[in-house]
């Protein structure tokens, strides 16, 4: 057993020794000059032209040439000048990667072919002569990369509270470096600041259409600002990259109604309104003279239509009745808090077929600002808003 081990660990030793011998013997080819007496400096091996530098996208194939003319008896190598890497010397590929090949045609083209490049590639490569001195070329080999947006260093979805301020971050890679912008998905402006933005001022720098660079910074967020922000990356490599996050406001209900008093005939139609804002999402309905809830029936139709955090409320009364006279209510709650919007109902006395006499009903409204409670906001379609205060009604009894 120990003769058979010695004789296998001897034939190890033989086997690494030959191959080093060959190693060797390749770089004595590359790096020992040939030494031609005879020749002189025209008649040595010459560079036809320079090797390029190239731009290649990731992924893609390149190619640097290599012309060499009067070769005679001398070795063409190439070398990754960066790694100190020997690639090809002659017509023999020496490197292990599989994805470097040498096209080689009529004793004069010594092409390098670098495929499916990645970016380690990127940096300078000799193409070389091992003349005395060794002559040679170098060229560079750019590697471009698309932009991609980091997502663990990204922002995502947000959800805040009216008035907080808020920063939305995004991190790109590629090669060059990418730019990024900020864009609203919808194409409105961006608010950078809700109190400068909404004072009426002509300071426009609160509000713009993007904003370059990795973060954008809210101040002071207001509901108008809820939406899809878009964060785009480019670095001139196509495709740019965009990133979505969603910004979501939340704040407690509010309601306005465009028409507190309503009057209508008995067995008239009628549809009364009121609008409504929240996040999240309320809960709407509305209640009648005796704060019961509104259902749908053959009387009362309600309509109720959505558009992100507003809630526009219709109530249709096909067949006004004296018990319809009095205050209904349209009632939002979400969980942070509940608001609602009164509207009187009052029975107009003459029915336009009960005389041909010429009736007069003048009505007087009084405006009056609206005040907020502490802590709540106006819908956003009021800033600033007027509502009317209670009418004072006068009628000319017919003749």
Not at 5 to 24: K, Q
Not at 31 to 42: A, N, R
Not at 78 to 84: A, E, F, G, I, R
Not at 174 to 198: F, Y
Request: aromatic fraction near 6%.
């Amino acid at each position: 057993m120990e003769g058979r081990g010695s004789s296998t660990g001897a034939s190890y030793v033989r086997l690494v020794t030959r191959s080093d011998v060959v190693w060797a013997a390749l770089a004595l080819v590359l790096f020992t000059p040939l030494t031609v007496v005879s020749e002189d400096k025209d008649e040595l091996p010459r560079f036809i032209e320079d090797v390029p530098n190239i731009t290649v996208t990731v992924g893609r194939d390149a190619l640097l040439p290599c012309t060499v003319e009067q070769l005679k008896g001398y070795k063409v190598a190439w070398v990754q000048v960066d790694t100190q890497t020997i690639l090809t010397i002659h017509k023999q590929v020496i490197t292990r990667n599989p994805r470097i090949a040498l096209l080689h045609n009529d004793h004069r083209s010594w092409h390098l072919e670098l495929k499916n490049v990645r970016e380690k590639d990127r940096g300078w490569y000799m193409c070389q002569v091992n003349t005395d001195p060794m002559r040679s070329k170098q060229g560079y080999v750019d590697v471009v990369v698309p932009p991609d947006i980091i997502d663990r260093e990204s922002s995502g979805d947000l959800t805040i509270r009216e008035g907080q301020d808020v920063t939305l971050t995004c991190r790109a890679k590629g090669h060059p470096t990418p730019s990024i912008v900020w864009r609203r998905e919808d194409n409105q402006d961006i608010v950078l600041d809700s109190d400068k933005a909404d004072s009426g001022g002509t300071d426009t720098a609160h509000t713009v259409k993007s904003v370059e660079g990795e973060t954008l910074v809210m101040k002071r967020v207001s509901r108008l600002q809820m939406g899809s922000y878009l964060c785009i990356a480019s670095n001139g490599i196509p495709p740019s990259i965009s990133k979505r996050t969603q910004l979501r406001v939340q704040f407690p209900p509010v309601a306005w109604v465009p028409q507190q008093l309503e009057g209508a005939y008995i067995g008239q139609e009628l549809t009364i309104e009121c609008h409504t804002e929240a996040f999240p999402k309320s809960i709407n309905f509305w209640t009648n003279t005796n704060g019961d809830m509104v259902v749908s029936d053959e009387r009362y139709e309600p309509i109720v239509t959505e558009t992100s955090y507003k809630v526009y409320m219709k109530l249709r009364i096909r067949r006004v009745e004296k018990k319809d006279v009095g205050t209904f209510r349209c009632i939002a709650k979400n969980s942070l808090g509940e608001t609602d919007g009164a509207i009187r109902i009052y029975v107009q006395r003459v029915s336009p077929a009960a005389t041909t006499t010429t009736t007069t009903t003048t009505i007087s409204t009084t405006t009056c600002s609206a005040t907020q409670p502490p802590g709540r906001m106006l819908p956003s379609s009021l800033y600033p808003v007027d509502v009317i205060c209670p009418h004072v009604l006068s009628f000319t009894k017919p003749i």
